[in-house]
């Protein structure tokens, strides 16, 4: 028997570099079949783990709510139901911390449907919500009850059987264990067209900060790194480098985000935004490293070992580099 649980875990730190991660390390200690959905919550299948645990689904629930907050103060609001869809909706219905159980029963589904809108609907954006209600399909019950061939008219035939079965509680989407990410990014938006390099480059050093803080706290190292700017115009450039060995170290990808800056020759250029992207992520520990016999790189990597428990401790901008942009 399939049985989901959404659940979205409360408070900032749940959204953390750390913390959600661990949060998910939690969920997998109750089933291996996790899904997660950053930067905060996570679908679960604990179909297989009834028996095991000797409990419902909604025991399972409340025993995932009550470790997350002896273990990690966090709380949280969960979702249970019979498919991701139905479990994510009434964990929004919720709102608040806690466990909210749909039955499986089709009066229950329906009853539990009938009046929310459409866009209460995953999948289902503002533009088709729009577009059904100018036909008079402004909630949930209305479009299960119309006919297939009047959806068909409005949406199209795909399109149309999709939005009929979402409506109808029936979302045969499978909760897909997640695979490590294999990308990571960060984006700095100026508050004007920005002339100034100087400025360009304390954003790029404040987004390599950011990634290289995230990527150490989930042990992870790039292989590449990709800068995006964005312009005035609307226009984009994008370069990638690949870096010399993999890493997560803030001056390694600071310094390729410089490089990759300097080589576009942006002297007049009227820029935007600026993004780094992280990419080809690996496993720190099983990526190869060149020893070095340097001792001020040894001083360097362990100085920012101690920013890194700081911010754990502290928060992300207890310690940061000279010129990161929330430093005057």
């Not at 088709?128 to 402004?138: F, K, P």
């Not at 990571?184 to 404040?206: I, V």
């Not at 964005?230 to 390729?256: I, N």
């Amino acid at each position: 028997m399939t049985r989901v649980l959404y659940v979205r875990f409360l408070g900032r730190s749940a959204a953390s570099a750390e913390g959600h991660p661990a949060l998910l390390r939690l969920l997998h200690g109750i089933t291996p079949v996790v899904q997660a959905l950053p930067p905060d919550a996570a679908f679960a299948d604990v179909g297989g783990a009834l028996r095991y645990f000797g409990r419902d689904a909604a025991g399972l629930a409340g025993l995932v709510r009550v470790r997350a907050l002896a273990l990690h103060g966090t709380d949280c609001v969960i979702g249970v139901a019979a498919n991701p869809l139905l479990a994510r909706m009434a964990a929004d219905a919720h709102g608040a911390p806690g466990v909210a159980e749909l039955p499986d029963a089709a009066d229950a589904v329906a009853g539990f449907l009938a009046d929310r809108p459409a866009t209460a609907l995953h999948g289902v954006g503002a533009a088709t919500a729009r577009t059904l209600a100018s036909y008079g399909l402004d909630t949930v019950g209305r479009i299960a009850a119309a006919p297939p061939a009047t959806l068909q008219r409005i949406l199209g035939a795909a399109r149309a059987r999709r939005v009929r079965a979402l409506a109808q509680g029936t979302d045969p989407t499978p909760v897909t264990p997640s695979a490590p990410a294999r990308s990571a990014s960060a984006e700095h938006r100026f508050g004007h067209d920005e002339l100034d390099a100087g400025l360009r480059r304390r954003a790029l050093l404040t987004l390599a900060d950011e990634l290289g803080y995230r990527l150490r706290g989930a042990g992870q190292a790039a292989r590449a790194l990709t800068l995006t700017v964005h312009y005035a115009d609307r226009s984009t450039t994008t370069r990638s480098r690949t870096l010399a060995e993999p890493t997560a170290h803030t001056q390694d990808l600071t310094g390729a985000a410089y490089a990759l800056h300097d080589a576009l020759g942006l002297q007049r250029a009227r820029v935007r935004a600026v993004a780094l992207r992280a990419e080809e992520l690996a496993d720190a520990a099983h990526t190869t490293r060149q020893l070095s016999l340097d001792p001020t790189e040894e001083r360097r990597h362990r100085a920012e070992a101690a920013a890194d428990r700081a911010r754990r401790l502290f928060g992300p901008k207890a310690a940061t580099p000279a010129g990161h942009l929330d430093v005057a």
